[in-house]
């Protein structure tokens, strides 16, 4: 979606460190999540805010953080408590609760 | 919590046949249905929705259906063309809550 855009495409970790992924939205949306993505799953919510400056935990956000000062953005922070960061990682946006969410075309995020 | 079942895993049709996969679903509160194509290293891409105060609704060659009792819903493909190749994803939620539950996806591959 060009609206929302995920940066970079592709981030290597080394092991013990924090790495941030990058979710900027143009769309005027609310609402933006972060969500995972490992092969032969589907999507799990780690984060979710809809609104600047609150945010709340999905299924899975242990080991990740999140800040959302800006309407624009919602970056995503995977610290070293998270053992298993290996995955695909997709940011999406809505007008609100319940409404359509769309995504961005994610980071995947690799272990050295 | 609401978990989402999704049949098959995989599915190969030739060209210019039909292609169904279904999905059922736990809560009898969910209400917000939509259907996600992703292609590959994409995002998925939201292709129809449905809410539960309706029983199908068309675009073009895509369709869905549901079934509020059986708490199941279908996506119909017809006329499929190779473009159509993707992981298609269902998704459910409910009124008020800001959290989808997926399905964990289906491979359709279009033979030529």
């Known amino acids: 979606d060009g609206g929302i855009t995920q940066s970079p495409k592709y981030l290597f970790r080394k092991e013990g460190q924090n790495v941030t992924l990058s979710c900027e939205q143009n769309?005027?949306?609310?609402?933006m999540y972060w969500y995972r993505q490992d092969p032969g799953q589907g999507l799990r919510l780690i984060y979710y805010?809809?609104?600047?400056?609150?945010?709340q935990k999905g299924d899975i956000a242990e080991g990740y953080s999140v800040s959302r000062e800006k309407k624009e953005s919602f970056p995503l922070t995977v610290t070293s408590a998270q053992k298993n960061p290996t995955a695909f990682y997709l940011c999406?946006?809505?007008?609100?609760?319940?409404?359509?969410?769309?995504f961005g075309d994610g980071t995947r995020l690799s272990i050295l | 919590g609401e978990n989402v079942e999704q049949h098959p895993s995989t599915l190969s049709v030739q060209e210019g046949d039909s292609a169904v996969i279904k999905c059922t679903y736990s809560?009898?509160?969910?209400?917000?249905f939509p259907w996600y194509k992703q292609e590959l290293g994409k995002g998925p891409q939201l292709i129809i929705d449905?809410?539960?105060?309706?029983g199908e609704k068309k675009d073009q060659r895509i369709a869905v259906t549901l079934n509020k009792t059986a708490k199941h819903f279908s996506l119909h493909i017809t006329e499929t063309q190779p473009e159509d190749s993707a992981v298609y994803f269902c998704?459910?939620?409910?009124?008020?809550?800001?959290?989808?539950?997926f399905g964990t996806g289906t491979r359709l591959t279009i033979i030529p």
């Open positions: 999406a946006t809505s007008r609100g609760r319940n409404q359509p969410q769309h």
């Open positions: 769309l005027n949306h609310d609402a």
């Open positions: 805010s809809q609104i600047v400056n609150d945010f």
């Open positions: 809560d009898s509160a969910s209400n917000y």
């Open positions: 449905i809410r539960s105060n309706v």
């Open positions: 998704a459910a939620s409910m009124q008020g809550n800001e959290k989808l539950t």
